[in-house]
């Protein structure tokens, strides 16, 4: 089942001017995959849904809550990890098409993000 939790633009000093303030468990490039890809199993699983808000990570554990901030317009997002990935160059995390989109990634196709565990935020 997916988790869709919501977005928004935060609050207070911006990360994207001060992003060495932000703790962040990984900083680093983020990219996002498309339609394509709709209604295929992930690792999880479940079928990659595009208005999800879901990720693909190496590193966090199937069904971790993950904090996205985009450093580079300070738009965020909570995402469900649900695959895994990327596997593309150094990036470390693939977002779905509705979670790019909440971080104004989409048109870019990538986005230097810094990556919380939601539960330890």
Known sequence: ?????????????????????????????????????????????????????TAASKKYPMGTELHVIN?????????TVNDRGPYSGKRVIDMSVEAAHELGMKKAGVADVCVQDAVKK
């Open 1 to 53: 089942m997916f988790t869709n939790v919501g977005c928004s633009d935060r609050k207070g000093p911006s990360a994207a001017a001060e992003p060495s303030k932000l703790e962040c468990d990984q900083r680093g490039v983020a990219s996002w995959y498309g339609t394509n890809m709709k209604g295929r199993l992930t690792a999880s699983g479940e079928k990659y849904d595009p208005k999800a808000l």
């Open 71 to 79: 450093l580079n317009n300070d738009k965020d997002v909570t995402v």
